[in-house]
């Protein structure tokens, strides 16, 4: 007679946990549970299943494609265990986004839909301001999520870091620099630069590296964001150093990034009221985002 295989809720629940948050620590502390018992889970769940569920990258767990597979099928099972104690009809949701135009287009609106699709139940309204707004908005509870890579700290707000990034070099497909697979400061020299304003504190790192290489580019423009330096490359004004996620996830038409030398980075974070907990919904969200952000050459899931 075959051995029975038993279900394991907390094994599931280790899984789901390590989806969301992609390390350990991050899954013991939704949990509540030591970084050791979720290891354990883990490893019991990969026993009875008879696959890898996680791989290590640079330091983090990755989940496979046995993971993916098996986190899609208790989407089914954790609905319903959230669905005993609710009411008998499908209660209307509302999960209310705000982010930046950097993250707004593209990549949060392609996010959006398939969290639209996957979600009928709930109403999704986005909308698209300053980073100084999105934090604001957080902190009077006007919103349940939001997305930047500015890190502003106030009371009221708390930021949930996502992913990092490292700086890279945005320039015409047809550069001459294109060639090289790392870009150095002193490659800046006496090339069109457009450059980030002064507000950021990447600026200053940035002016540091060339004063220190003896680059002297040419600065034709100043801009407050990321997006608006890869526009105007696109555009063939000049080259910029950006921080590329999530701009480099989309792709940019007669645009190519190449990684800069430096160890200048971004942190990209989602912002949410510390005052109350997540939202189903917004967690649900979040989670989906973490899970189908594609990877890329210059960012990483934190």
């Not at 090289?180 to 507000?199: C, G, M, N, V």
């Not at 996620?245 to 989602?270: L, M």
């Not at 949410?272 to 939202?279: G, K």
Request: a positive charge; charged letters at 20%.
């Amino acid at each position: 007679m075959p051995r029975k295989n038993w279900h394991s809720l907390p094994e599931y629940q280790a899984l789901r946990a390590m989806m969301e948050g992609n390390t350990t620590a991050s899954a013991a502390r939704r949990l509540g549970l030591s970084q050791s018992a979720v290891s354990r889970s883990l490893s019991n769940l990969e026993s009875r299943v008879g696959s890898s569920l996680f791989e290590r990258d640079s330091g983090r767990l990755s989940p496979t494609a046995a993971a993916v597979r098996l986190n899609a099928r208790l989407d089914a099972l954790f609905a319903a265990l959230d669905d005993i104690d609710g009411p008998t009809e499908t209660a209307v949701e509302n999960l209310r986004l705000i982010a930046p135009p950097t993250f707004a287009n593209n990549f949060l609106v392609s996010h959006m839909a398939r969290f639209i699709k996957s979600h009928p139940e709930c109403y999704t309204s986005l909308e698209i301001s300053t980073s100084e707004d999105v934090i604001s908005g957080i902190q009077q509870d006007q919103y349940d999520l939001g997305i930047i890579s500015v890190e502003l700290t106030r009371a009221g707000a708390k930021l949930i870091p996502f992913r990092r990034s490292v700086a890279a070099c945005a320039m015409p497909v047809d550069h001459p620099l294109a060639s090289k697979q790392l870009i150095e400061p002193a490659d800046l020299h006496r090339e069109p630069l457009i450059a980030l304003s002064y507000r950021h504190a990447r600026r200053a790192q940035l002016d540091k590296l060339l004063h220190e290489s003896g680059a002297k580019p040419q600065m034709i423009a100043e801009v407050s964001t990321s997006a608006a330096a890869i526009d105007l490359v696109r555009l063939g004004v000049g080259i910029a150093i950006v921080s590329p996620f999530p701009s480099v996830q989309n792709g940019i038409e007669n645009v190519v990034f190449r990684p800069f030398s430096s160890a200048i980075s971004y942190q990209t974070y989602f912002a949410a009221p510390d005052h109350r907990p997540l939202s189903r919904s917004a967690r649900h969200f979040m989670a989906q985002v973490r899970l189908h952000t594609a990877k890329d050459r210059f960012s990483t899931t934190v």
